[in-house]
């Protein structure tokens, strides 16, 4: 049991289509995060949120919008993507104040687009 | 704004032999923390061991341990006995914040292989 569970595992979606990930954690953290991780791409940071406020986004295309209702919650909504977004999304969770004990992580959605 | 390097994208080592994963970054804060991460085939990131800044005495976690070159902003891993589940990418992550927010950096990866 990692703390953070992210569903689904597997994601195929058309470039039409409407779908959401989601991350929930069981840790009591009040800073949760969206990350792309790439083939041959460093870890790119998406979304930060931080007391359930966005408190950050990287320039991400407006066809990812972020949700984040509590601070146990995270979703992803995706729509018309792109082939380019394929790649493995990962959320994590983190104590702000509290930078020893780093981000815990999910075990990511693994997005294909077609 | 920081940088974190790590110039070998891919080793491999023999079971139970000794091997270490360099990490560089840059920065011009005093106080920060240096983290590696695992990640195994599962996908998810997993803590291995972490560093305080401020800290000079390197840390320990088990068959892995770092040399941390403050001066030289070098950051090592080093896993004795490596297993075969030792097999992963690892990524060396830098984590600085102030009262302007947090800032946490990941390297490229260096992606291992233990052979048996």
């Known amino acids: 049991e990692t703390g953070v569970t992210q569903t689904p595992r597997h994601l195929v979606m058309g470039m039409t289509n409407k779908k959401s990930l989601k991350c929930e954690q069981h840790?009591?953290?009040?800073?949760m995060y969206w990350y792309k991780q790439s083939a041959k791409k460093p870890l790119e940071l998406m979304f930060v949120y931080s007391l359930e406020e966005r408190v950050e986004n990287n320039s991400v295309p407006s066809r990812f919008s972020p949700e984040c209702p509590n601070s146990s919650h995270l979703f992803l909504h995706l729509h018309t993507l792109q082939p380019e977004d394929s790649a493995l999304y990962l959320c994590?969770?983190?104590?702000?104040?509290?930078?020893?004990?780093?981000?815990?992580f999910g075990s990511g959605t693994r997005l294909t687009v077609v | 704004a920081q940088t974190v390097t790590q110039s070998q994208p891919e080793m491999s080592v023999q079971e139970a032999e000794t091997v270490t994963l360099s990490c560089t970054y840059d920065t011009s804060e005093n106080n920060y923390y240096l983290f590696w991460y695992k990640q195994p085939p599962s996908r998810q990131m997993i803590l291995v061991i972490r560093?305080?800044?401020?800290?000079?005495q390197n840390a320990t976690e088990n068959r892995f341990s770092v040399n941390f070159q403050k001066a030289a902003k070098s950051f090592s891993l080093k896993i004795s006995d490596s297993q075969l589940g030792d097999t992963a990418m690892y990524f060396c992550a830098f984590y600085q914040w102030d009262n302007y927010g947090q800032n946490f950096v990941f390297g490229p990866g260096t992606r291992l292989s233990v052979l048996p």
């Open positions: 840790l009591g953290h009040n800073a």
């Open positions: 560093q305080e800044a401020y800290k000079q």
């Open positions: 994590a969770s983190s104590q702000e104040g509290r930078p020893y004990y780093g981000y815990t």
